[in-house]
C-alpha cells in the first residue's frame, strides 16, 4: 500500500498460485541495453515517513528505496506479472494452506543467510500489535492474526506460520484466498536478518537489506545513496553503479534539473510545465496510465462528517460539488481520466458501471440539495471552516486542491480552505496519528495488481491505510468474500459489489486516475515506468 506523493487487477485462482512454482527468474531480466555500467541515476523523492522497515513503510518516499534495497519471494515485472525472486516454489492445493519452498544460499548484504525464519520473523513482527507497524493489516489473512494484532496483546507469533526447515515454510490462512501468492512481492512481505529484531528503530534508520542495492548513506531531506548489491543474484540486476535518490520540496525546481541534465530521472512533471515537457523533452518523456488513483478523505472522526446519514449526505454534497473534468483540463492538461471507482482501469476486472457511481458526477444543484438535507440534521454555521489538507511537495497538489476548494465555495456557499504542509512526511505524521482537523488529500499507488489492493487496505477496518477509520461489517464481509472466490471474473464480480457499499458512504472521494508523466536526462538510456507508474531504476544506464 503506497500512498503517493501527488496526488499495486487481479484475482489469481489456485492453479494461477500453483504456476508460481515453475516461473523463472529470468523473464524480468531488466540489465537493459548497452550503456555505461558503472553510471550513478539520479532520481527525484520525498524524505521518507519512517525508518526503513518493510512493515513500516507505506508511502512512496520510503517505498521507492524499499523496493531496491529488499526483495521478496516474488517481484513484479514491467507488466505486473509476478516473477520468482528468493522463492523456488509457492505451492498450495486448497488456497489456504501454502507451502513456500526459498532458493537455497541466498544472503543479505551483510552476508547473513536469508532462511525461512527470516520471513517468519519479519510477518510475526509486522503483525504484532505491540510493534505498531503501518503495514500490519497486510498479514491480517494468516491464522492467529486476530490474537497477536489486538490491542494490548503481548502475544508475537501468528499460529498460521511455521518453519518446517532452513529453507521451507508453511503459510495457514484463515480462509482459503485465491490472490495471496501475488501480494508477496508487497513491501510488507520482505524479510528481515536476525539484527533487524535487536533494535528496529535503529536498523530503519541503517537498513541491510537483500535486493539489488544496498543502502549506504541517508542524509535526511536531502538524499539516499544506493550502491549495487553484488551478493544479488535475482531477476532484477543492477545495469548501472547505483541510485541517488534526491529529495526536492518542489517538483518545478527537479523539473529545471532536469532539462539542466542535473537530474536523471523525473517521475512526476509539474503542472507548470505539462504543456510544454514533450516537447522539452521529445523522446526522453512518458505519458501513460498506470495503477493508480487521486482521492480526497474526509475522516469519520470530524464534526459533521461521523459515519451516519448527515456525514454521508456532506461527503456526497461535497463529491457533487467538484467538476473533476474542468480540473483535469486547467490544472494537468487534461493529463487524467475522470475516476468511475475506487480502483483503475489498468486492473483486471475493473468496471465503470459499478451503481452508486454517479455520485462522482458533477451536478452543483444536486450539491447544494444535499447539503441542506444535512443541515436539517445537524446546521452547518457559516463561520464553519472546510479545510482540505495538502502536500506542497508534490507535483500539482497545491493547484488542484485550491481548484476543489473555490469549487466547494461557489457550488455549496460554504467557507472551504486549502490548508498547505511542508512535505509529504509532515502530512503523513499527521493523518496517521488521526490529528487532521478537516480533510485531506490522498492518492494510491498499487502495491500490487489486484483490485483488492485498492480496497481492502484502505477501507478494511483497522486497515493500516484506513486514514479516515472508516468501519463497515457488511464491506468487511463482502472483501472476505472475494477474496475466497476461485474464480478472478467471480472475484471481481464481488469486489465491485464491495465498491457499492463504498458509493453509500464515502469513506474518500475518488477524483481521478493517475497517468505517469515523466521525463529523463541527456545522460541516461534504457529509461523504462512500469505498470505502477515506478521508473525501473536497475535497468538505466549512462550514455
Keep these: 500500500m503506497r500512498y503517493s506523493h501527488a496526488s499495486k487487477a487481479v484475482v ?64 513484479y515485472d514491467a507488466k505486473g506479472a509476478p516473477v520468482n525472486e528468493l522463492a523456488e516454489s509457492i505451492e498450495t492445493e486448497d488456497s489456504q494452506n501454502y507451502t513456500i519452498k526459498l532458493k537455497a544460499g541466498q544472503t543479505f548484504s551483510d552476508g547473513s543467510p536469508v532462511t525461512a525464519a527470516s520471513f517468519v520473523d519479519a510477518w510475526n513482527f509486522g503483525a504484532a500489535a505491540k510493534n505498531a507497524q503501518l503495514n500490519s493489516y497486510f498479514f491480517e489473512s494468516i491464522k492467529g492474526f486476530d490474537e497477536v494484532n489486538k490491542e494490548g496483546s503481548e502475544k508475537e507469533e501468528m499460529e498460521g506460520l511455521k518453519v518446517v526447515d532452513d529453507t521451507t515454510f508453511t503459510v495457514e490462512l484463515s480462509q482459503p484466498e485465491s490472490d495471496f501468492p501475488l501480494r508477496l512481492g508487497y513491501t510488507a512481505f520482505m524479510p528481515l536478518p536476525e539484527a533487524a529484531f535487536e533494535d528496529p528503530k535503529a536498523f530503519g534508520e541503517k537498513p541491510v537489506g537483500n535486493g539489488p542495492y544496498k543502502l549506504t548513506e541517508w542524509n535526511h531531506d536531502v538524499n539516499l545513496k544506493l550502491e549495487v548489491n553484488e551478493s544479488y543474484d535475482g531477476p532484477r540486476k543492477a545495469a548501472n553503479g547505483g541510485i541517488d535518490f534526491k529529495v526536492y520540496q518542489s517538483t518545478d525546481s527537479a523539473y529545471n534539473d532536469l532539462l539542466s541534465n542535473n537530474l536523471d530521472v523525473l517521475d512526476q512533471i509539474p503542472p507548470s510545465s505539462l504543456a510544454s515537457y514533450e516537447t522539452d523533452l521529445g523522446d526522453r518523456s512518458v505519458n501513460s496510465p498506470y495503477a493508480g488513483n487521486a482521492t480526497i478523505t474526509i475522516p469519520g472522526y470530524l464534526d459533521h462528517f461521523k459515519q451516519d446519514e448527515e456525514g454521508n449526505l456532506r461527503r456526497a454534497a461535497i463529491s457533487r460539488a467538484i467538476d473533476r473534468q474542468l480540473i483535469i483540463d486547467k490544472v494537468y492538461n487534461g493529463g487524467k481520466v475522470k475516476a468511475d471507482d475506487f480502483t483503475a482501469p489498468v486492473l483486471e476486472g475493473y468496471s ?12 452543483a444543484a444536486e450539491a447544494k440539495k444535499l447539503w441542506e438535507q444535512a443541515d436539517e440534521i445537524s446546521k452547518w454555521e457559516s463561520g464553519d ?107 471481481a464480480k464481488i469486489f465491485n459489489e464491495a465498491q457499492e457499499i463504498l458509493f453509500k458512504d464515502l469513506p474518500a472521494i475518488p477524483l481521478w486516475y493517475q497517468a505517469v508523466q515523466g521525463g529523463w536526462s541527456e545522460n541516461v538510456d534504457n529509461v523504462e515506468f512500469g505498470w505502477n507508474g515506478v521508473p525501473l531504476y536497475q535497468q538505466i544506464t549512462g550514455k
Design 352 to 363: 465503470a458501471d459499478v451503481p452508486g457511481s454517479e455520485v462522482l458526477d458533477f451536478d
Design 12 to 75: 489469481l485462482s489456485a492453479a494461477l498460485a500453483l504456476t508460481l512454482s515453475a516461473c523463472g527468474g529470468g523473464s524480468t531480466e531488466t540489465a537493459g541495453g548497452e550503456g555505461d555500467g558503472s553510471y550513478v541515476v539520479t532520481a527525484n523523492t520525498t524524505e521518507p515517513q519512517n525508518g526503513l522497515l518493510p512493515a513500516n513503510t507505506n508511502e512512496v518516499g520510503g517505498g521507492r528505496v524499499m523496493d531496491l534495497i529488499f526483495t521478496g519471494l516474488v517481484s
Design 385 to 491: 471552516e472546510f479545510s482540505i489538507g495538502y502536500n506542497v511537495d508534490g507535483a500539482g497538489n497545491k493547484e488542484y486542491v485550491e481548484a476543489v476548494v473555490n469549487q466547494l465555495k461557489s457550488n455549496l456557499g460554504i467557507n472551504a480552505v486549502a490548508q498547505p504542509f511542508s512535505s509529504f512526511k509532515e502530512l503523513r505524521e499527521k493523518v496517521t496519528s488521526y490529528k487532521m482537523t478537516g480533510a485531506f488529500r490522498t492518492g494510491w499507488q498499487a502495491d500490487y495488481p489486484s483490485l483488492y489492493n485498492f480496497l481492502g487496505p484502505l477501507f478494511g477496518t483497522g486497515a493500516g491505510s484506513n486514514d479516515g477509520k472508516y468501519s463497515s461489517k457488511e464491506f468487511d464481509d463482502k472483501l472476505a468474500e472475494g477474496l475466497s472466490a476461485t474464480d478472478p471474473a467471480e472475484g
